[in-house]
C-alpha cells in the first residue's frame, strides 16, 4: 500500500530518501513522487538521525512509523513521525549493541538490524507507541573467509523475514552465508537454525525473494554475482543451484572492481535487477518460468556514480537509483517486455543511501 499525504486539495504519494550527514546528506528526507512521470520533489528533511543508512516502514498507533538506522559506532535505530511533509523523530536514538548497523527490517513485532562492524544481528521490541525498547538479544555470527581485506571477521549486512514470516534470514559478507533463525516473539531472542554456506570469497550482501516464494537471488558484493537458491520454507532450507555473472563477459577486464550493492525482483518474476558500484550500472537479467534460470540481458548506465541502493516503486513500472558519490537519486521506466529500465529524471540527493516507498 502506498502513503499518500494531504495538503490542500491534493494528494500527494511519498517515498522517503536516507543519506549520510557525515558526508554532507540531509538525513532523512521525504519526497513527493508524481505518478505520471516519476518525477521526485522534496518535501522536507531531518538530520536528527546521524548516517541513516537505511530506512524500514511500519505501523504505529497514528499510522504509518519509519525506522533508520544510524550507521555509527556504536550504532543505534530511531523511529520517525512520517504524518507530516518533515520526518520527525519519535523519542531518541536507541543503541543496538553493535556497530555500524547497514540494515533493519521488523518481523513478528520486533525491529532487527545487521551490524556490519560487530557481526551480529540485533532484536529490539517495538513498543506499543511505535519506538523500539531496549535491546532483547544479540545474536553474534561467527567465521570469516578468504578475502584478507573484507573477510577477517563476520559482517553482518542485511536482515528480512521470509516471505511465509516464519524464518529470520542473515546475509554475511564476513562469512561467505545466510544463517536462517527463529525468532521468539515473546522473548525476542533469535536463534540459528540452519547456516547456508555459499561459494568462499563471494562475500554475500543481500538477498530478494521471488514473488512465489519459492526462491532467493543473493547478490554478492566481492564476486560481481548473483547466487539463485532454492527456498524451502517449511524446512527452513535455503539450498544455492547456480551462480551468474552480473557484468558481461570481459566487462571487468583490466577495470577498477565492481562491488554489487542491491538485488530487486521484478513483481510478475520475470525479471532481476543488480546495483553495481564501480561499474556504476544496473543489470538486468531475465529469470526462467521456474524462477530457478538467471540470464544475464544488459547493463544500462546507473545515471550516476556508486549506486548504493536499488528499489521498484509501488506499480513496479519503475527503478530508483541512489547514487551515493554523485549525490543524486535517478528514476529509470521499465520496458515491460525486455526488463531494460530507460533513465528518465534525477533529483539532487547529496550522499544518498537509500530510497523506500510508504
Do not use: K
Not at 553482518?156 to 524464518?167: M, T
Not at 519503475?318 to 535517478?330: C, K, Q, T, W
Amino acid at each position: 500500500m502506498t502513503d499518500t499525504a494531504v495538503s490542500g486539495d491534493d494528494v500527494v504519494v511519498r517515498a522517503f530518501i536516507g543519506s549520510f550527514t557525515s558526508a554532507g546528506g540531509r538525513g532523512v528526507t521525504a519526497v513527493a513522487v508524481d505518478p505520471e512521470s516519476g518525477a521526485l520533489t522534496v518535501l522536507g528533511a531531518t538530520d536528527a538521525v546521524p548516517d541513516p543508512s537505511y530506512l524500514a516502514l511500519g505501523h504505529g498507533p497514528g499510522g504509518r512509523t519509519l525506522y533508520a538506522v544510524s550507521e555509527t559506532e556504536p550504532g543505534a535505530v530511531a523511529a520517525l513521525d512520517i504524518s507530516a511533509d518533515v520526518p520527525r523523530p519519535l523519542g531518541g536514538l536507541r543503541p543496538v549493541d553493535g556497530d555500524g548497523p547497514t540494515h533493519l527490517a521488523l518481523a513478528a513485532g520486533h525491529l532487527l538490524t545487521a551490524n556490519y562492524g560487530s557481526g551480529s544481528v540485533s532484536v529490539l521490541p517495538v513498543r506499543a507507541g511505535g519506538t523500539p525498547g531496549p535491546v532483547a538479544s544479540v545474536l553474534p555470527h561467527t567465521g570469516s573467509g578468504p578475502d584478507r581485506d573484507r573477510q577477517l571477521a563476520p559482517h553482518a549486512h542485511q536482515v528480512l523475514p521470509d516471505p511465509s514470516g516464519n524464518w529470520v534470514l542473515g546475509v554475511d559478507l564476513g562469512t561467505d552465508s545466510v544463517r536462517v533463525c527463529a525468532l521468539d516473539p515473546a522473548t525476542g531472542e533469535l536463534r540459528v537454525h540452519d547456516e547456508t554456506r555459499l561459494r568462499p570469497g563471494t562475500g554475500p550482501r543481500h538477498l530478494a525473494f521471488h514473488p512465489e516464494g519459492g526462491h532467493a537471488y543473493v547478490l554478492n558484493e566481492l564476486a560481481p554475482t548473483v547466487t539463485v537458491c532454492r527456498w524451502n520454507a517449511a524446512a527452513g532450507a535455503l539450498e544455492p543451484v547456480g551462480e551468474t555473472s552480473v557484468l558481461p563477459e570481459g566487462a571487468g577486464d583490466g577495470a577498477a572492481p565492481t562491488y554489487p550493492s542491491e538485488v530487486v525482483v521484478s513483481h510478475d518474476g520475470r525479471f532481476l535487477w543488480t546495483a553495481n558500484r564501480g561499474a556504476d550500472t544496473l543489470s538486468v537479467l531475465a529469470l526462467d518460468a521456474t524462477g530457478e534460470r538467471a540470464t544475464l540481458v544488459t547493463t544500462v548506465d546507473c545515471g550516476g556514480h556508486w549506486p548504493r541502493d536499488l528499489v521498484l516503486d509501488p506499480t513496479g513500472r519503475r527503478l530508483y537509483a541512489a547514487n551515493e558519490r554523485s549525490g543524486d537519486v535517478s528514476w529509470f521506466d521499465i520496458d515491460p517486455e525486455t526488463g531494460v529500465p530507460r533513465r528518465a529524471g534525477s533529483l539532487a540527493a547529496p550522499a544518498a543511501s537509500c530510497v523506500i516507498f510508504a
